[in-house]
Nanobody, 122 residues
Framework: QVQLVESGGGLVQAGGSLRLSCAAS????????MGWFRQATGKEREFVAA????????YYRDYLKGRFTVSRDNAKNMVYLFMNSLEPEDTAVYYC???????????????WGQGTQVTVSA
């Protein structure tokens, strides 16, 4: 079992930046691809970003690439999501996930955190 705890969410003005953190416990994350999803109120949960177990490859939801950057520190069992040029449309609960399979993380993950709220004001 992998336990995931997100932090770093909050209220930010449009155009601002935030860094979300995900602390993992239970098992080393070096065995897993890691990623982020988000869910806005009244909308379906959507994939945001994924990073391979060794950090060499990443992929993003198309229209987020360039503004969002995912990274990881396996030695600290941590995953991060850097979000720049934030827009009101980025307002959502952001979830950290762990998956055995990197290639399918965008639609399936084995473990989920509880989420952290990000609110972007206009």
């Amino acid at each position: 079992q992998v336990q995931l705890v997100e932090s770093g969410g909050g209220l930010v003005q449009a155009g601002g930046s935030l860094r979300l953190s995900c602390a993992a416990s239970g098992r080393t994350i070096s065995d897993y691809a890691m990623g982020w999803f988000r869910q806005a109120t009244g909308k379906e949960r959507e994939f945001v970003a994924a990073i391979e177990s060794d950090g060499r490859r990443t992929y993003y939801r198309d229209y987020l690439k360039g503004r969002f950057t995912v990274s990881r520190d396996n030695a600290k069992n941590m995953v991060y999501l850097f979000m720049n040029s934030l827009e009101p449309e980025d307002t959502a609960v952001y979830y950290c996930v762990a998956a055995k399979a990197y290639e399918t993380l965008s639609y399936y993950a084995d473990y989920w955190g509880q989420g952290t709220q990000v609110t972007v004001s206009a």
